[in-house]
């Protein structure tokens, strides 16, 4: 189990434990709603009360109430979340508004929260009837409204004793408190595309285009061209990296090679007068033909033994007769494995180049799934250390590369391959991922993210939010997966919430007393 796990552990069982002991019980063990509490103070009976949840696009409401009555203080206890990191709202102007029954409007405000995340607006009702109930807040970065849609307000307590009390919370309880504290958070389950794929493991690496492996060309030293190049510096093609300087003695000793090429000058100019010699006699008919061709060709030889020795000594330029050591492609130093002044031994690797703007992506399929793969659709992977993933959209970000024909007789599987564009990401060349090839087009299907899901035993459970602080275990049966999604084919409907982060958690509470999750102060 590892230490973000067992943290989170601790911190529901801390939680849990101060829910239990902070809090007073009632006569039955359970913890009241402190609106149904003050109520119960306020007139000796236990009035029905209302527990709403309701979203907006950047808010969750979650808001206990005691019924309306005329002329009656109604203390509402209004649970604000924001639904960006799902943490408890702790600024905000929170009003309840009533309208609507031909009425004028009436507005109850807040200013702040009686404790981080919990606005406690009181409303005292002047005119009965059916209204409409809003609850609006206003903070600093934005404005939202809860419209909660139409309420009774009655016109005495008796009238609002008269109606049967609403149904109570069933299933876990998980205070806000609780879900504020922990990494908690719920997803709508949606309709959306989602199309087929298999899973495959791969590796990512540089274009063979794109990539360079430079090593020693012979035994000797390495000098700086002025700055030396640096890890992670860009490069051009043809671009001065350093110089390798051999080690003195043998033929590729500097000073030997310019003794060959002097010698090889002299040699030149020599053969170059003797066949001027030659033409001359021949023409004064001195000399035989032969005489002449053989000069000509001695003189040819000698141009062509110079002409080598110029080129040998011309990979020693500069920095005091070294071979210059260039970049072969344009890139990104991936790896500089010398400094100026060490020795490195021939065959050795100096320079690793590599072109990032766009990588290859190679995946092994299993086999029993490469007949599905004739022509991939794209493809999906995640890297260590991210929780987003990368998908690569043909035609968009990337294109497939290949599909190969042969199974590897070792790890029974077969590669696919895909060029993309890493963007801003910084992947490192050589990383192993865990990736999803699409083996087709998307259709539409009943999603939630693929963290929701818990493996119970071979079954596949996820935990549906009945109200702010209630929660249904449910077994649902899954289909296709793609990226962080995962289809639904049975147990789940759209516009239901799950839990998407915390979900063992919520399972931990359900473990528990009867009494988890109800016990804080309202």
């Known amino acids: 189990m590892n230490k973000t796990l067992i943290a989170s552990l601790c911190a529901a069982l801390f939680l849990i434990g101060c829910s239990e002991a902070d809090h007073e019980h009632a006569a039955d063990g359970s913890h009241p709603p402190a609106a149904e509490a003050e109520a119960e103070d306020a007139h000796g009976h236990g009035a029905g009360g209302e527990k709403i949840t309701h979203f907006t696009d950047r808010t969750e409401l979650f808001v206990e109430f005691p019924r309306l009555v005329v002329g009656e203080t109604s203390a509402f206890a209004a649970h604000l979340t924001t639904l960006a990191d799902f943490r408890a709202l702790t600024a905000a102007k929170v009003s309840v508004r009533l309208t609507g029954g031909d009425q004028p409007d009436e507005v109850f405000s807040v200013d702040k929260a009686s404790q981080p995340g919990i606005f406690r607006p009181e409303v ?206 344009s890139g990104t130093l991936a790896d500089v494995r010398v400094s100026p002044g060490a020795f490195a031994q021939e065959g050795a690797l100096l320079f690793h180049i590599a072109d990032r703007s766009r990588l290859w992506l190679e995946l092994r399929v299993p086999e029993s799934d490469a007949a599905r793969l004739a022509s991939p659709s794209g493809a999906a992977f995640k890297v260590a250390g991210k929780e987003a993933g990368v998908e690569i959209v043909a035609g968009k970000n990337g294109k497939l590369v290949a599909v190969g024909g042969v199974v590897d007789a070792t790890t029974r599987t077969v590669p696919v391959v895909f060029e993309f564009t890493p963007g801003d990401l910084a992947l490192p060349i050589g990383m192993a991922v865990q990736a999803q090839v699409f083996a087709g087009g998307a259709r539409e299907a009943v999603a939630i993210p693929a963290s929701s899901v818990l493996d119970e035993g071979g079954m596949s459970v996820v935990f549906v939010m009945t109200g702010g602080e209630s929660f249904e275990r449910r077994q649902i049966r899954l289909g296709a997966r793609e990226g962080d999604w995962v289809e639904v084919l049975d147990g789940l409907a759209p516009g239901q919430r799950v839990v998407s982060r915390g979900a063992y958690l919520v399972k931990l509470a359900s473990t528990g007393t009867a009494q988890i999750g109800h016990g804080h102060a309202h």
Not at 152 to 158: F, G, L, S
Not at 168 to 189: C, N, P, R, Y
């Open 124 to 329: 005292v009702p002047k005119h009965a009837g059916d209204r409409e109930l809003s609850i609006e807040v206003v903070t600093p970065e934005f404005s939202v409204t809860h419209e909660l849609g139409p309420f009774t307000v009655y016109a005495d307590r008796k009238a609002a004793d008269a109606e049967p009390a609403p149904h109570d919370d069933e299933g876990i309880g998980f205070t806000k408190e609780q879900q504020w504290k922990v990494d908690f958070a719920t997803s709508e389950v949606v309709t959306r595309p989602i199309r087929t794929a298999v899973a495959a493991t791969g590796v990512l690496r540089a274009r063979p285009d794109g990539e360079a492996q430079i090593t020693a060309a012979a035994a000797g030293q390495i000098q700086s061209t002025g700055s030396f190049p640096r890890l992670g510096q860009q490069v051009k093609k043809g671009q001065l990296l350093a110089y390798l300087v051999p080690r003195l003695g043998g033929e590729t000793d500097l000073a030997t090679l310019r003794a060959a090429a002097n010698k090889a000058r002299v040699e030149r100019d020599l053969a170059q007068q003797e066949l001027a010699r030659m033409e001359a006699l021949y023409r004064e008919e001195a000399v035989p033909e032969k005489r002449v061709l053989a000069a000509r060709a001695a003189a040819a030889l000698a141009r062509a033994e110079l002409n080598a020795t110029q080129q040998r000594l011309g990979q020693y330029g500069g920095a005091g007769g070294g071979i210059p050591v260039r970049a072969p492609v």
